[in-house]
């Protein structure tokens, strides 16, 4: 019976190890051309703000007011959301990780930490339902259609 025991906290202690050692790696370098792939599809996605104000203007607002900053945040929010997971792997991009990714960056849109990061949260359902949503002129076509990029392309591979 001890034996088991013995046997079952080595394995756990094997287990912990391996994912101290997981998770000490950090982020990894995005490629550029990963990250300019991202920006302009971010760029694409603000400029479509006409095609979906029919759908969710009454239940959007920005901090000035203006329908083309909330688009535009939330397009921001999307690319973060992107560049983060290629960053630091996938599932890792969190409100807070996209907030401090958008203030070091300078794309906070005069809200404060906090604020921007409830406004993440929002801006996170919000692209839920743009990518969920068909043109009105044309039914067949997403607003926001998904984002597929080879695995490959995602970022640097790491030389350790």
């Not at 997971?85 to 958008?102: D, F, H, K, V």
Request: glycine letters at 6%; hydrophobic letters at 40%; charged letters at 30%.
């Amino acid at each position: 019976m001890g034996l088991d025991r013995e046997k079952q906290r080595a394995r756990w202690r094997r287990n912990k190890a391996a994912e101290r050692r997981r998770t000490k790696l950090g982020p990894k370098a995005v490629e550029p051309a990963f990250e300019r792939l991202v920006m302009r599809e971010r760029d694409r996605r603000a400029a479509v703000s006409s095609e979906v104000e029919w759908a969710l203007r009454s239940s959007w607002f920005h901090k000035d007011g203006t329908w083309e900053n909330a688009i535009g945040f939330a397009a921001d929010v999307w690319a973060a959301e992107m560049l983060v997971e290629a960053e630091w792997g996938c599932g890792s991009a969190t409100p807070t990780r996209i907030a401090n990714w958008l203030r070091l960056r300078g794309r906070d849109y005069g809200y404060t930490e906090v604020s921007l990061r409830k406004m993440v949260y929002k801006a996170r359902d919000r692209i839920g339902i743009l990518e969920n949503t068909t043109s009105l002129w044309n039914p067949a076509v997403m607003v926001w259609p998904a984002f597929v990029v080879p695995a490959n392309d995602r970022s640097a591979d790491r030389s350790e």
